[in-house]
């Protein structure tokens, strides 16, 4: 009986561990999706520059690029967001490209003029999310 549980253990410890594994990409679904922007997007994410709000530099606003925006039934639309060295540290600003999904109200979308393709102003606050400021 001991054999029957341990055998269940390891085979469902093995499930998880795949799981785990094919579920990560390790930032490789935004570079390709990086890759696949037009020579002149990649250069205004690679050159955006990061406005803190104040001195904490707990927020920030930047540019950012949309890759898609996906009307909902309920008055909402999500916007994909994509932004290059976003995470800024205390001295440096480290290299990798993000890729966010917001929910924001079909009227504010259409009003800011957000489509796909377009360049945005985003506010990054990390653990609260990113929200469009302006198109």
């Known amino acids: 009986m001991g054999y029957v549980i341990a ?3 390891v ?3 093995a499930f998880v561990c795949t799981a785990v594994v ?9 570079a390709r999706a990086f890759t696949e922007l037009e020579p ?3 250069q205004v994410l ?3 520059p990061i406005k803190y709000e104040d001195e904490s530099h707990q927020a920030w606003c930047q540019k950012g690029i949309v890759r898609n925006v996906t009307p909902r039934d309920d008055d909402t639309a999500d ?7 976003a995470k800024p ?3 440096t600003r480290k290299k990798e490209t993000n890729i966010e ?17 377009g360049v945005v102003t985003i506010r990054v606050q990390p653990g609260q999310g990113v929200t469009v400021v302006a198109a």
């Open 7 to 9: 055998l269940c253990i």
């Open 11 to 13: 085979v469902l410890a």
């Open 22 to 30: 094919l579920g990560r990409d390790g930032g490789e679904r935004e």
């Open 40 to 42: 002149e997007q990649q």
């Open 46 to 48: 690679y050159n955006t």
């Open 79 to 85: 916007v994909e967001v994509m932004w290059y060295n």
């Open 89 to 91: 540290d205390e001295t």
């Open 101 to 117: 999904h917001i929910a924001a109200k079909k009227k504010d979308v259409q009003a800011k003029g957000v489509h796909k393709g």
